[in-house]
């Protein structure tokens, strides 16, 4: 049954990983910016914004106020972030969260239960690094683009995101309570998108984790219901390079599909999570894509997706294979049985 529904979305052969992660960045996200030529890290511990954190996490965690101080082509830039690690010993499992919010902890998060279980969180707000629209002019794109302007394949703002979560990483590499070899990238809906970008253009990254992440994200562009291609251009231009919104509107006419997302993360772990109700990312095209994607982890003798020739409903989890597959009832959020199942898929493969 999968393999037919596969079939009637004519999708495009995978290719090499580096054919992939150029089309996709060439052609729907832009090229990331480079590494700056420079960082200092300027820590601050317990700076917590409201005041309160003596007794984080119940004593149990030290969070830290990281700002990232770069030099970039000639440019100064920076940006805040928060880690907060857990005060037990040994080597955690961290997060690499991109955010909605600034506040730590926030609702969405749950710093608590995150260090309960182990891991570390190391959290940025994505409008820190620049606006959530078209002005190119702040932040981060405007030390890379002059007056504004970019070209056809220059970053649009996804990949400017996706680029600071790899900084964020840059710096939890440099800390010993840190394990390097079960780091993970997560966000949810527009940040789960970049979630994958960010995993797919670095390798350093060992899991990743888009929650909701739909349109131009894992779901399959081909056959997909709710938010489309063209829909997605008119609305969030400023979310991709210049090029991809000029391309036709028939997702049946691009040289890639979201399947190539997915695949440019193997042989590295990735979990797709999806809701029931979340017609307008549409979790039968997230699911496809996974599968899909299978294909490329076969290929280097492991196995991508595990399940069953049916299509997975209502709370069904797939943590078997590489790539894992999770969806929950309810709507489009980012809620603890999301972060839950992302504990259980990196637990089950470490
Ligand atoms: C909009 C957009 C989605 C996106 C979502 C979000 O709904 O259409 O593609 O995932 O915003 O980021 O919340």
Same mark, same amino acid.
């Given at each position: 049954?999968?393999?037919?529904?596969?079939?009637?979305?004519?999708?495009?052969?995978?290719?090499?990983?580096?054919?992939?992660?150029?089309?996709?960045?060439?052609?729907?996200?832009?090229?990331?910016?480079?590494?700056p030529?420079k960082?200092?890290?300027?820590?601050?511990?317990?700076?917590?914004?409201?005041?309160?954190?003596?007794?984080?996490?119940?004593?149990?965690?030290?969070?830290?106020?990281?700002?990232?101080e770069m030099t970039l082509g000639g440019k100064t830039f920076s940006?805040?972030?928060?880690?907060?690690?857990?005060?037990?010993?040994?080597?955690?499992?961290?997060?690499?969260?991109?955010?909605?919010?600034?506040?730590?902890?926030?609702?969405?998060?749950?710093?608590?239960?995150?260090?309960?279980?182990?891991?570390?969180?190391?959290?940025?707000?994505?409008?820190?690094?620049?606006?959530?629209?078209?002005?190119?002019? @702040? +932040?981060? $794109?405007?030390v890379?683009? /002059?007056?504004?302007?970019?070209?056809? %394949?220059?970053?649009?703002?996804? #990949? !400017?995101?996706?680029?600071?979560?790899?900084?964020?990483?840059?710096?939890?590499?440099?800390?010993?309570?840190?394990?390097?070899?079960?780091?993970?990238?997560?966000?949810?809906?527009?940040?789960?998108?970049?979630?994958?970008?960010?995993?797919?253009?670095?390798?350093?990254?060992?899991?990743?984790?888009?929650?909701?992440?739909?349109?131009?994200?894992?779901?399959?562009?081909?056959?997909?219901?709710?938010?489309?291609?063209?829909?997605?251009?008119?609305?969030?231009?400023?979310?991709?390079?210049?090029?991809?919104?000029?391309?036709?509107?028939?997702?049946?006419?691009?040289?890639?599909?979201?399947?190539?997302?997915?695949?440019?993360?193997?042989?590295?772990?990735?979990?797709?999570?999806?809701?029931?109700? @979340? +017609?307008? $990312?549409?979790?039968?095209? /997230?699911?496809?894509?996974?599968?899909? %994607?299978?294909?490329?982890?076969? #290929? !280097?003798?492991?196995?991508?997706?595990?399940?069953?020739?049916?299509?997975?409903?209502?709370?069904?989890?797939?943590?078997?294979?590489?790539?894992?597959?999770?969806?929950?009832?309810?709507?489009?959020?980012?809620?603890?049985?999301?972060?839950?199942?992302?504990?259980?898929?990196?637990?089950?493969?470490?």
């Amino acid at each position: 049954m999968i393999r037919e529904l596969l079939t009637e979305r004519k999708l495009p052969a995978l290719k090499c990983r580096e054919e992939m992660l150029d089309l996709l960045q060439t052609k729907e996200y832009g090229i990331l910016p480079p590494k700056p030529d420079k960082t200092e890290w300027k820590v601050e511990k317990n700076a917590l914004p409201h005041g309160y954190c003596a007794e984080f996490c119940a004593g149990k965690g030290t969070v830290y106020r990281v700002t990232a101080e770069m030099t970039l082509g000639g440019k100064t830039f920076s940006f805040p972030f928060y880690a907060a690690i857990p005060n037990s010993e040994g080597k955690h499992p961290f997060f690499v969260s991109i955010n909605f919010h600034d506040a730590v902890p926030d609702i969405w998060m749950p710093t608590e239960e995150l260090i309960d279980n182990g891991f570390a969180v190391l959290s940025f707000c994505y409008t820190s690094v620049t606006s959530d629209n078209n002005d190119f002019t @702040d +932040g981060l $794109a405007g030390v890379l683009y /002059e007056d504004g302007k970019r070209g056809p %394949a220059d970053a649009g703002k996804i #990949a !400017m995101w996706a680029w600071a979560a790899q900084r964020v990483l840059d710096y939890a590499l440099t800390l010993d309570a840190l394990d390097a070899d079960r780091c993970a990238v997560c966000g949810h809906s527009r940040l789960g998108k970049t979630a994958l970008l960010a995993a797919a253009t670095d390798e350093r990254f060992a899991f990743c984790y888009s929650n909701d992440s739909g349109c131009s994200g894992a779901a399959l562009s081909r056959g997909k219901n709710g938010e489309t291609k063209d829909r997605i251009c008119h609305v969030f231009p400023f979310w991709f390079c210049e090029d991809y919104c000029a391309a036709p509107a028939d997702p049946a006419e691009l040289p890639f599909d979201q399947h190539y997302l997915v695949a440019s993360i193997a042989p590295r772990f990735v979990l797709v999570g999806s809701a029931e109700d @979340d +017609g307008w $990312a549409d979790p039968v095209s /997230e699911f496809l894509s996974a599968a899909a %994607a299978s294909e490329a982890y076969e #290929a !280097m003798g492991l196995t991508g997706l595990v399940c069953e020739d049916a299509l997975p409903t209502h709370d069904a989890f797939l943590p078997e294979g590489h790539i894992g597959y999770h969806i929950r009832p309810g709507s489009h959020y980012f809620g603890r049985t999301d972060w839950n199942r992302l504990i259980q898929f990196m637990n089950h493969h470490s």
